[in-house]
């Protein structure tokens, strides 16, 4: 066989960005649907809680079904349980291991790294959410308002989330972040408006309302309760997600 002159000539350089960032997102979730201990944290676990919460009256709702009120908190444990509480651990214990720093070595970008991440989040996320709500309507939830406004209420609160696990996984070591984030995943669970309305905390709630769980539950009650658009919770998990993404960015360490 005979090669003409220039056929074989080589292309040294990196792929374009889109490709790039294509085959980390897809390598990114398969890692996270092969983690017995992630998927667990992601699906059973919110699936299991919001069946016990549902069905068993040992935290009294003040108004409403207590579907109505818990389908949405646990809506937003579960997009912080995946993009935060999981994300930071795996990240953590990467750079302990020295992959970051293999990645590091290659001419992929931290940028394209860190939204690689996040759109894997994003698909485990459309997962769990399916899944949250067919079991809420099969315990007798009625969802009304906007879809679109769910939709940017996840998404916002996914960039949110994302960025603080990366900002934790990204900077503090394995074993320090998997106590950090299952210590923050348990106060944000309780203090985050998921149990309990952060009304119930009294001169306290105006900087819970602050805070991203708080902001996401509340957000996803109003529009799927009351069919309101939540303005203040969209503003709040805008300012969230910059500010953690921009930090982590900036701060995130490959070893």
């Known amino acids: 066989m005979t090669w003409t002159p220039g056929e074989l000539a080589p292309a040294p350089g990196a792929a374009p960005m889109s490709r790039m960032l294509a085959a980390q997102a897809a390598a990114e979730l398969k890692l996270v649907l092969r983690n017995g201990e992630q998927v667990l944290l992601s699906l059973v676990i919110p699936l299991g809680l919001l069946v016990v919460l549902v069905t068993v009256p040992f935290i009294p709702v003040d108004e409403g079904s207590r579907a109505d009120f818990f389908v949405p908190g646990v809506l937003a444990l579960a997009v912080m349980s995946t993009a935060f509480t999981g994300q930071a651990i795996g990240v953590g214990f990467e750079r302990q291991y020295g992959v970051l720093k293999r990645l590091g070595a290659t001419p992929l970008p931290r940028s394209v790294l860190l939204l690689g991440k996040t759109l894997a989040v994003l698909a485990v996320e459309?997962?769990?959410?399916?899944?949250?709500?067919?079991?809420?309507?099969?315990?007798?939830?009625?969802?009304?308002?906007?879809?679109?406004?769910?939709?940017?209420?996840?998404?916002?609160?996914?960039?949110?989330?994302?960025?603080?696990?990366?900002?934790?996984?990204?900077?503090?070591?394995?074993?320090?972040?998997?106590?950090?984030?299952?210590?923050?995943?348990?106060?944000?669970?309780?203090?985050?408006?998921?149990?309990?309305?952060?009304?119930?905390?009294?001169?306290?709630?105006?900087?819970?309302?602050?805070?991203?769980?708080?902001?996401?539950?509340?957000?996803?009650r109003e529009v799927l309760v009351d069919a309101a658009l939540p303005l203040r919770d969209l503003a709040a998990l805008a300012v969230w997600a910059v500010l953690s993404l921009a930090a982590a960015s900036r701060l995130f360490r490959w070893e």
């Open 126 to 220: 459309l997962l769990q959410v399916t899944l949250l709500c067919l079991t809420g309507l099969a315990l007798g939830w009625e969802p009304r308002g906007s879809v679109l406004a769910v939709i940017a209420l996840v998404v916002l609160g996914t960039a949110a989330f994302s960025g603080l696990g990366l900002l934790l996984g990204g900077t503090l070591s394995g074993l320090t972040t998997l106590a950090a984030a299952n210590l923050l995943w348990f106060v944000l669970l309780v203090l985050g408006g998921v149990l309990f309305p952060v009304s119930r905390f009294g001169a306290a709630e105006p900087v819970l309302s602050l805070l991203p769980t708080a902001a996401l539950s509340h957000g996803l």
